[in-house]
Nanobody
Framework: QVQLVESGGGLVQAGGSLRLSCAAS????????MGWFRQAPGKEREFVAA????????SEADSVKGRFTIFRDKAKNTVYLQMNSLKPEDTAVYYC?????????????????WGQGTQVTVSS
């Protein structure tokens, strides 16, 4: 089983940037699709972005297109979420998720491995 650990969250002013990391450990990381989700207080967990193992399939939520970028480093077994032009509405706990699959999906039920989450707070 793959274990996921997120890092890189914090407090940033509106317009600023953060880079989240999701490090995978455990069994082989190959053929795993990876996704980022977020959950604000009182709201459902929502899709942010996902990337296939090969990196040729990427899906992004409309709300983050042009501002967030997902990419992965296979050698480091790590997936990143580069977040630029942050807005107060991006404030949430961000979760990394994984599933052994060659496709990606923008739905949380697709993923069966989850990290513990990292808090991102954007001040106005």
């Amino acid at each position: 089983q793959v274990q996921l650990v997120e890092s890189g969250g914090g407090l940033v002013q509106a317009g600023g940037s953060l880079r989240l990391s999701c490090a995978a450990s455990g069994r082989t990381f190959s053929s795993y699709a990876m996704g980022w989700f977020r959950q604000a207080p009182g709201k459902e967990r929502e899709f942010v972005a996902a990337i296939s193992w090969s990196g040729d399939k990427i899906s992004e939520a409309d709300s983050v297109k042009g501002r967030f970028t997902i990419f992965r480093d296979k050698a480091k077994n790590t997936v990143y979420l580069q977040m630029n032009s942050l807005k107060p509405e991006d404030t949430a706990v961000y979760y990394c998720a994984a599933r052994r699959s060659t496709v990606v999906a923008p739905v949380k039920d697709f993923y069966d491995v989850w990290g513990q989450g990292t808090q991102v707070t954007v001040s106005s």
